[in-house]
């Protein structure tokens, strides 16, 4: 059964646009990792800073596979430098849903 990982992040507003720029730059490798099936950027729409990634992956041994890549290694570090807040994350499975989504 897939998972759905949601990782919430907050960036000071002098970062969100370079975070943005680089999220550009990265999604398609992210998105590429074995067992991941996409990732996509959310932002809060009534909280300025406030991001969230959603990706969906295979199980969590992929998710896990990925926290151990070089790419992870670049990139997590890099925008844990512009954090005001520390992250939240949540691993997910789909446990009911419409047809319409």
Known sequence: ???????????????CKEFEDYFDEIKDAV???PGCNGVKLLRDISENGVYFTYSIWDNEKSLNNYR??????????????WFVAKPEA???????ESNNL
């Open 1 to 15: 059964m897939s998972i759905q990982r949601i990782v919430k992040m907050t960036f000071g507003a002098e970062y």
């Open 31 to 33: 998105g590429g990792q």
């Open 68 to 81: 151990h890549t070089e790419l992870f290694g670049q990139v997590w570090p890099k925008v844990k430098a």
């Open 90 to 96: 949540w691993s997910t499975e789909i446990f009911c």
